[in-house]
């Protein structure tokens, strides 16, 4: 019979591990949980389900990590979760005959309903959210990005859409959301810098104004309601900060000449 891990990087996410584990408990082969130091008990909680676990704290970028993770994957096939997400009933069965049909050179993109302060965002170019997270594990794997990496997907794959749903109960609140936002901004700019890249205030403005009019107007983010609303400005606000990151690091590049 054709197998299937689940892997999943983390770092210090015990309030949501359980219940991500819990959506594929019994009917995956092997869960695979990698860290990168977390200090709550995540440890734990991941193996009380029987998870093998993993650590590296020499954090190298999230593609990377994500490689790492797939080369402790001993099944025919991997399921890449993160800890705030679960799977839906109807995407379990869709997963299931996907691994069972085993078609040849293909990838597959699920979509992903997120919550966000409470509320389940079906606008604001959230949804449908198709996401690349189930492939053989043979086939191909995560790119090196430091942040908003991808599945390298090659002329010679097909990608198929699979049925149901994946829940992601991201942003637990302002704080958190910021806190990330803080992180990606960081991770981005430190990409671009090594990149030889170059911004300016000015347009890390222009972008940060085309984004809030992209997801509230062009993205109807306004029938998410003040849900919608709120989201659009902040992400103007993180689109801003890692143009503005980008530039202060260039900056200081220059003064250390």
């Known amino acids: 019979m054709t197998t299937i891990s689940v892997a999943i990087i983390v770092k210090n996410e015990a309030n949501q591990l359980s219940q991500c584990l819990e959506s594929v408990k019994g009917w995956v082969d092997e869960i ?14 991941a193996l009380n389900y029987g998870a093998k676990w993993y650590e ?14 797939q080369s402790y994957v001993t099944s025919d096939y991997i399921l890449w979760l993160d800890a705030d997400e679960q799977v839906t009933a109807e995407l379990k069965q869709s997963i299931l005959k996907a691994i069972k049909d085993k ?5 597959y ?10 509320k389940q965002i079906k606008h604001s170019g959230w949804y449908p959210d198709y996401v690349i997270r189930l492939y053989p594990t043979q086939l191909t794997q995560y790119n090196d990005s430091l942040v908003h990496e991808k599945v390298i997907v090659t002329s010679s794959m ?23 936002s803080a992180q990606y901004s960081e991770a981005w700019a430190t990409q671009r810098f090594a990149q030889n890249k ?9 972008h940060s104004i085309n984004s809030f009019l992209k997801m509230y107007i062009i993205k109807r983010g306004f029938l998410d309601g003040k849900h919608g609303l709120l989201l659009a400005v ?19 590049n220059k003064e250390n000449k």
């Open 109 to 118: 993109k699920i979509s992903r309903l997120s919550e966000v302060f409470g």
């Open 158 to 180: 097909q990608c198929k859409t699979l049925e149901g749903e994946l829940l992601h109960f991201t942003y637990r609140d302002l704080t958190h959301y910021l806190t990330k």
């Open 234 to 252: 902040l992400s103007s606000f993180s689109v801003f900060s890692k143009y503005a990151n980008l530039w202060v690091k260039n900056q200081q």
């Open 56 to 69: 590296n704290k020499n954090w190298q970028g999230f593609g990377k990590q994500r490689q790492l993770a």
């Open 198 to 206: 170059k911004t300016s205030i000015l347009n890390g403005f222009v």
């Open 32 to 45: 695979i949980v990698l860290d990168s130091g977390s200090e709550d008990n995540s440890k734990q909680i």
């Open 103 to 107: 078609e040849v050179n293909t990838v």
